[in-house]
Antibody, heavy 120, light 112 residues
Framework: EVQLVQSGAEVKKPGESLKISCKGSGYSFTSYWIGWVRQMPGKGLEWMGIIYPGDSDTRYSPSFQGQVTISADKSISTAYLQWSSLKASDTAMYYC?????????????WGQGTLVTVSS | DVVMTQSPLSLPVTLGQPASISCRSSQSLVYSDGNTYLNWFQQRPGQSPRRLIYKVSNRDSGVPDRFSGSGSGTDFTLKISRVEAEDVGVYYCMQGTHWPWTFGQGTKVEIK
């Protein structure tokens, strides 16, 4: 069974750094793109970026380029989203997602979400 | 970025009645391989999103057949033939043709 398990909720202060994770299991981690999606409180979904763990090819949405870093450690089947200096406006739920071909068609999986709260 | 515009943004529906959500893109979603990467997602309150439809009209595994997708080019529709209580939530269209991929603003479906 394919699963994406994200790290737990975080409460941080402005200016602090943070790295959240998304661990994949039940499939070949290096063979599928993983993406990160932001959902600010009461708002819609926004693509932040995607990574192909097989070769670490990474693409960022222009809105998030330079604001976050997406990485992956294929030895432990885990993708990461990190900030070097958080702002209050980074308060949001962050979801990881994986998509691709599967038996019978196409499949899409989501993590359970990681709530990040940034407040002084 | 490709702008995805959904309407309506709020959709009160009577149980058992049909519902329809429109999604329009600011440019064609036909990819160079001939496919149109238009997805529909459902997000129930307090849950992660769930994909319902991919490539315009293909239902994901386990999705009830009361959900259907149609459209082409820049104009797409999600239809629910008979709304059930479990369909309450926010529905998003999403284009996966042009990077960055983009979602519509969301349509909130509620029961009258």
């Amino acid at each position: 069974e394919v699963q994406l398990v994200q790290s737990g909720a975080e409460v941080k202060k402005p200016g602090e750094s943070l790295k959240i994770s998304c661990k994949g299991s039940g499939y070949s981690f290096t063979s599928y793109w993983i993406g990160w999606v932001r959902q600010m409180p009461g708002k819609g979904l926004e693509w932040m970026g995607i990574i192909y763990p097989g070769d670490s090819d990474t693409r960022y949405s222009p809105s998030f380029q330079g604001q976050v870093t997406i990485s992956a450690d294929k030895s432990i089947s885990t993708a990461y989203l990190q900030w070097s200096s958080l702002k209050a406006s980074d308060t949001a739920m962050y979801y990881c997602a994986r998509w691709g071909d599967c038996s019978g068609g196409s499949c899409w999986y989501w993590g359970q979400g990681t709530l990040v709260t940034v407040s002084s | 970025d490709v702008v995805m515009t959904q309407s309506p943004l709020s959709l009160p529906v009577t149980l058992g009645q049909p519902a329809s959500i429109s999604c329009r893109s600011s440019q064609s979603l036909v990819y160079s391989d001939g496919n149109t990467y238009l997805n529909w997602f459902q997000q129930r309150p307090g849950q992660s999103p769930r994909r319902l439809i991919y490539k315009v009209s293909n239902r994901d595994s386990g999705v009830p057949d009361r959900f259907s997708g149609s459209g082409s080019g820049t104009d797409f529709t999600l239809k629910i033939s008979r709304v059930e209580a479990e369909d309450v939530g926010v529905y998003y269209c999403m284009q996966g043709t042009h990077w960055p991929w983009t979602f519509g603003q969301g349509t909130k479906v509620e029961i009258k």
